[in-house]
Each structure stands twice: as C-alpha cells, then as structure tokens.
C-alpha cells in the first residue's frame, strides 16, 4: 500500500476512473508503450495482504489473472500466497534467481485524495510498497498499476480496514482485464523470453494529468 503523492511521477502516468467507458482500451495503448522491444521475461507481483480489505487489492488481482491461466507472464501474489511487506525481499530475490531479464509490473492499492477514490494508474518506473503505513520496503517494478482505494489522511491503517471490499473487487477486475490484454499481445518460443507482437502504426492519443 502507498500514497498517490509523488507530484514528479504523477506527471508521468496516466490516471482514469475504473468507470470510464473505454478505460482497457486507453490503458492498454498506454501500458503497451511501456514495454521492452527486446525479449524479457514478464512478471507481474501483485502487493498486498488479505488480512486488510484496502490492501486486498494485489492479491485479488493476482487470484483473477491466475485463473485466465496468462500464456506468457509469471503472476507472484495472490489471495491464498499473498507478496506482502514480511515477504516482499524474499520474492524479489526468487525473481533474480529464477528468471532471465525479468520486466516487472508491479499492482498495489494506494490512498490519495477523495475526489480520486476509483482511479487506476499506469505509469513508468518502481511501487514504492508500504509507504501509507510508513514502513520501509525496497522499490519493486518497472512500470507501476496502482489503484487509489480510499483517502488519504490521518490513521490510515484504520481507513484500509474500512475499505469497500466490492470497489476494491472492481477495481482488481479491471486490473487483471487490462494485464490478460498485455498477455494476449505478447508472443513467445520455446528458446526466448516473450515480446511484443508487431503493433499497428496508429495509437490512440491519451490524455494524461
């Protein structure tokens, strides 16, 4: 769990409301221009911990994209085998070992401000997990997905334990939509990573804050 609170990378990223009517549409353009050209490994670890229904999040996600059964990503966090802040170190080093060049999307709940509650974001760079309990955790990522789940503000730990358990529900539905789209545009053999198919010329322009 973090805070949707850095301005610089703010500017970098784009944020839609889960209800927008062509929110996997736009966030799939925009999260496809942040992959690798090169062949890499495709790992998605989903944060959090079922024992809070704010930060739930990572681990929902990580259940409904397991289930879609992805063809070419690794998923590492889900509700029964939760990546939360006692184990987080420990999956980042059976990810170094156990992958080649791995690229690493990693999904996190967020608390931000209240008029943003049900804004999903994709930007470029690392999570920075645990920052609204104000625990000290290493960066995890190459391109971040976070979801603004509640506000932001004083007693924080309360306000997760109070989250909607069904806009967290929405909100992780949306994410693992949009990460099975990522998986059916990569392709793969037997000998190398996985890469992108060949996108057509034409994106879409996307709005960002």
């Known amino acids: 769990m973090n805070v949707n609170n850095n301005k610089q990378k703010r500017k970098r990223q784009l944020q839609?409301?889960?209800t927008h009517g062509n929110l996997l549409s736009i966030m799939s353009s925009q999260l496809i221009t942040l992959m690798p050209t090169?062949?890499?490994?495709?790992i998605i670890v989903c944060i959090g911990t079922d024992r809070?229904?704010?930060?739930?999040?990572?681990p929902i996600v990580g259940t409904l994209l397991s289930k879609r059964k992805p063809k070419h990503i690794t998923v590492y966090g889900s509700?029964?085998?939760p990546v939360h802040a006692q184990n987080l170190p420990?999956?980042?080093?059976i990810i170094?070992?156990?992958h080649q060049t791995p690229y690493i999307i990693a999904v996190d709940a967020c608390l931000g401000e209240r008029n943003a509650i049900g804004d999903i974001m994709i930007g470029p760079g690392p999570l920075f997990p645990g920052q609204a309990l104000n625990k000290q955790l290493p960066p995890v990522g190459d391109v971040y997905i976070k979801a603004i789940v509640n506000q932001a503000g004083f007693k924080q730990s309360e306000v997760l334990q109070n989250t909607r358990l069904s806009l967290v529900f929405d909100l992780a539905t949306c994410i693992a939509s949009l990460l099975d789209q990522l998986d059916n545009h990569l392709i793969h053999s037997v000998s190398t990573p996985a890469r992108l198919?060949?996108?057509?010329?034409?994106?879409d322009t996307l709005t960002y804050l």
């Open 16 to 18: 839609l409301s889960y």
């Open 38 to 42: 090169l062949p890499r490994e495709y």
């Open 90 to 93: 420990r999956y980042l080093n």
């Open 79 to 81: 509700l029964h085998n």
């Open 52 to 58: 809070s229904t704010g930060d739930s999040l990572g």
């Open 96 to 98: 170094k070992g156990s």
């Open 197 to 203: 198919k060949k996108q057509p010329e034409h994106i």
